[in-house]
Nanobody, 119 residues
């Protein structure tokens, strides 16, 4: 079994910063790409940022220059540093990872963490 557990969400004022983390645990051999998605009320889930095991990253246009994704392979953890937050960034943020477990690659999701940007 593989678990992804997010942490670090909360309430922040517009223009503020927040960092969310996602740690993988359980039985697996390797972790490939890791990513952050978000889903706002009434909207579809969307990709925010993705990072390869080697550190290559890409971002949604809406967050470029404000958000930074990073990972610590030794800790099996991915981070999302969010700066200059806007009300439209309000959403549940989900961690996503490709994980090799029982000799099969599979996609795993965390339970989500709420990020609310409001004054």
């Amino acid at each position: 079994q593989v678990q992804l557990v997010e942490s670090g969400g909360g309430l922040v004022q517009p223009g503020g910063s927040l960092r969310v983390s996602c740690a993988a645990s359980g039985s697996y051999s390797s972790i490939g790409d890791m990513a952050w998605y978000r889903q706002a009320p009434g909207k579809e889930r969307e990709l925010v940022a993705r990072i390869s095991r080697g550190g290559t990253s890409n971002y949604a246009d809406s967050v470029k220059g404000r958000f930074t994704i990073s990972r610590d392979n030794a800790k099996n953890t991915v981070y999302l540093q969010m700066n200059t937050l806007k009300p439209e960034d309000t959403a549940v943020y989900y961690c996503n990872a490709y994980v090799l477990s029982d000799r099969r690659w599979g996609v795993y999701w965390g339970q989500g963490t709420q990020v609310t940007v409001s004054s």
